[in-house]
Nanobody, 118 residues
């Protein structure tokens, strides 16, 4: 069973919006911080946004004011609302714990591709 399944990516024009979902096969309620990561073309995976069990959020500077992370522990799902998208937001987006690899999340999911055209 794949521990994390990301979805919701696609091709969008600059200024558009997407909502990503991450469904976990097991409970996330015991994971204090869940996060979204971006792997841009030719770059290493980088932290985009994080959220604690209590709902406290933090974002990469380049995403502040445009992205919103949320979590539904009852549904074992983490979301990323992405607005005002820019070409530099292009990449494969993954969710995982923060730090990554905690508990059942030792393996990364397949990610979801986001492509923003100018």
């Amino acid at each position: 069973q794949v521990p994390l399944v990301e979805s919701g990516g696609g091709l969008v024009q600059a200024g558009g919006s997407l909502r990503l979902s991450c469904a976990a096969s097991g409970s996330i309620s015991s994971i204090y911080r869940m996060a979204w990561y971006q792997q841009a073309p030719g770059k290493q995976r980088a932290l985009v946004a994080e959220i604690t069990v209590g709902g406290t959020t933090n974002y990469a500077d380049s995403k502040k004011g445009r992205f919103t992370i949320s979590r539904d522990d009852a549904q074992n799902t983490v979301y990323l609302q992405m607005n005002s998208l820019k070409p530099e937001d292009t990449g494969v987006y993954y969710c995982n714990s923060l730090p990554p690899g905690l508990g059942q999340f030792a393996s990364w999911g397949q990610g979801t591709q986001v492509t923003v055209s100018s």
